[in-house]
């Protein structure tokens, strides 16, 4: 199948997961898509007027030729829903994205996946937790996911590197850019044993909406999400409603009651969110 149309699919306005999955589907493959009529375009479910429009156009094509230009430069692997190397835990999810982009050398359907989330905030309590954990894990042949954020996050990744755990950083922006940029030399090292994926495509800022959207990976790719520090808001509580939606096993460090950075954890537990 053409790494061009697949990645074209993605370019499709008004095109979300789902309806890029029907077209799918229907036509067989990203190539089929392309080369359907009108008709045959309009025979399937939830695909309009308007949509068929911008599928017949060029446009969808003409910028999935300079993406194909930068991941073929780059060394990225291009995952469709439908290719045999998508992860499988990924893919058994409603909302799982028709195409992720990723670079490194991690196996994303490894026998054992697990993602460890929490505050960018993280205190001393929170990074030695990070620390006996990834000490305790390096055992057991695991690639661990987190987001690559401030805090527990680029705790977990750097401790995962300094064990040699194989570990996957999941971005809110396409894999032309970094952020934040100070993480760029951990991430360097992760490329080498885990690596990095995104379901964004290159000239994609790391606006505020696209982390909660990029959380639904990081739950979905693994058999189960461990909760290390969190307050009773923010992405690392959004993750863990997330996993238990897709029936995820969830996992959270206890502290004390009067900690802030605990605070999400006590009450993840204390609702039967969380082990």
């Known amino acids: 199948m053409s790494t061009l149309h697949k990645i ?7 095109i979300g997961p789902v309806n890029a999955k029907n077209l ?29 429009e911008t599928i017949l156009n060029t446009d969808a094509l003409k910028r999935a030729e300079e993406e194909l230009k930068f991941v073929e430069k780059h060394g990225i692997d291009v995952l469709l829903f439908s290719d045999e190397n998508y992860p499988r835990r990924l893919k058994n999810c409603f909302d799982a994205p028709i195409l992720l982009y990723f670079k490194g050398q991690a196996d994303l359907n490894h026998q054992r996946i697990i993602s460890v989330v929490g505050t960018r905030n993280a205190t001393e309590y929170g990074r030695n937790l990070c620390k006996q954990l ?3 894990l390096s055992a057991y042949d695991v690639l661990i996911v987190s987001g690559l954020a401030y805090g527990i996050d680029v705790t977990t990744h750097k401790e995962c590197v300094s064990n040699s755990i194989a570990t996957v950083g999941v971005l809110g922006h396409g894999l032309d850019r970094l952020y934040p940029q100070i993480h760029k030399p951990v991430a360097q090292k992760m ?33 189960a999400t461990i909760v290390v520090e969190a307050s009773i808001k923010g992405g690392a509580l ?6 238990n939606s897709y029936n995820k096993d969830v996992y959270a460090f206890p502290g004390r009651t009067n900690d802030v950075f605990s605070e999400g954890c006590n009450f993840l537990i204390k ?3 969380a082990d």
Not at 8 to 14: E, G, H, M, R, W
């Open 271 to 273: 609702t039967n969110r």
């Open 134 to 136: 990834c000490e305790v």
């Open 191 to 223: 490329v080498l044993n885990g690596g990095l994926l995104s379901e964004f495509p290159t000239k994609t800022n790391p606006d505020r909406q696209n982390f909660p959207q990029r959380n639904r990976i990081i739950a979905g790719i693994a058999d």
């Open 238 to 243: 959004i993750t863990a409603e997330i996993a």
């Open 24 to 52: 799918l589907a229907y036509c067989g493959s990203a190539e089929a898509v392309f080369s359907a009529n009108k008709k045959q375009l309009l025979q399937i479910p939830g695909i309009g007027e308007k949509t068929v």
């Open 8 to 14: 074209a699919l993605t370019f499709i306005k008004s």
